[in-house]
């Protein structure tokens, strides 16, 4: 069954944020992640939640979701992101 990572984004330094977009795509690769949507266009259809950069990956499975997130690899990116954005994310089971 698969998983995904589903994050909500609010970008405050774009350089330090493009210190992690030049690392994070690998490693999410090398764990058999598959980027659905990296900061597309959002339209509001209900309710007052206030979208910035949605990023939604699926994988393998929650477990491949996981052992993504807390890989020294994906650890050291996200190192890079820290003060550089507010970060929301969640990971989801799906079918």
Known sequence: MPGYIISNIEIFDTNAYSEYGALAPDVIKKYGG????RGGATEIM?????????VVIKFDSVEHAKAMYNSPEYQAAKAKREGAADFNMIIVEGN
Not at 34 to 37: A, G, Q, R, V
Not at 46 to 54: C, N, S, V
């Open 34 to 37: 598959e980027f659905l949507t």
């Open 46 to 54: 209900e309710g007052d939640w206030q979208p910035h950069r949605i």
